[in-house]
């Protein structure tokens, strides 16, 4: 009677442990992002890309319900977390403001690397602390948080001759085509992924370094899962932390890289 009634003990610590460290619902999480492909996009009515198939894995691991994708422009994406519509957002820059309604997963998902964008035959060299850069016009993503910085504090200080906001990486390469830029900032993955994929090569290239004549990465900047506090337990986020470095440790997150044909740095 005494070893049953320990076991009983037993069996509601341990439920009570999954329950804390488990989501508010138990219904398939809501994920908000924006269509960013290799990492996130819809293909034939199914969620696709390196970070979809990352976070899945990441959740499928942690015994929840699974997972819903919902595709949005990105300060919609945003909102619909910070208001409470969503669970959680993903390959989300990390600043102070986010962190008064959501919890951050520690462990990146994705570290982006942005590099300028200029046309195919323009001999624009910018350098690293932009001080030549204030008769070059520049596209920018809206809404993005482009981290900390001599890039960052170039935009702060209107280093450019003026700043375009851009919605997508179509309407940045139409700026920069249709000569209302002179170049554009864009993650360097999804931006070359877009122009092989409408045959933009000729048109369309990366500002060089004027030291070593490699592409000029202005920011390297990690982005992250976000889920909202009024939806899931701090608990559950640092669960899927450890799982997330699991993942990491056991090999399995870079394969989804080289599944799409990418690799991670």
């Known amino acids: 009677m005494r070893l049953l009634l320990i076991k009983n003990v037993k069996a509601l610590i341990l439920l009570g442990a999954a329950v ?30 390196i970070a979809i198939e990352i976070i899945s894995d990441a959740i499928k691991r942690s015994q929840a319900e699974g997972i819903d994708f919902t595709f949005y422009p990105w300060r919609r994406a945003v909102n619909s977390i910070e208001f409470g519509n969503s669970d959680m957002l993903f390959n989300a820059g990390k600043n102070q403001a986010r ?7 520690d462990s990146p998902l994705i570290v982006q690397h942005y590099v300028l964008f200029k046309r195919k035959y323009s001999d624009i060299q910018i350098n690293p602390n932009f001080d030549n850069a204030k008769q070059i016009p520049i596209a920018i993503r809206t809404g993005y948080l482009y981290g900390t910085g001599m890039f960052r504090n170039a935009l702060d200080e209107n280093r450019f001759s003026f700043i375009v906001e851009s919605e997508t990486t179509m309407q ?24 092989k994929e409408k045959g933009l090569e000729h048109q369309v290239d990366i500002v060089k370094s004027a030291q070593n004549k490699e592409n000029q990465i202005v920011l390297e900047w990690p982005t ?15 669960r899927i932390n450890v799982i997330l470095d699991e993942m990491k440790f056991d090999g399995s997150y870079y394969s989804y890289f080289k599944k799409y044909k990418v690799e991670a740095k």
Request: hydrophobic content about 40%.
């Open 224 to 238: 992250y899962i976000i889920f909202s506090k009024k939806k899931v337990t701090k608990q559950y986020v640092d």
């Open 172 to 195: 940045s390469i139409e700026l920069l085509l249709n000569k209302r830029v002179d170049i554009f900032v864009g993650d360097y993955l999804p931006v070359m992924h877009y122009i």
């Open 20 to 49: 804390i460290a488990g989501p508010l619902t138990s219904a398939p999480f809501q994920a908000s992002t924006l269509h960013y492909p290799p990492y996130q996009y819809m293909e034939a009515g199914q969620a696709k890309g």
């Open 99 to 105: 962190q008064e309604w959501g919890y951050y997963v």
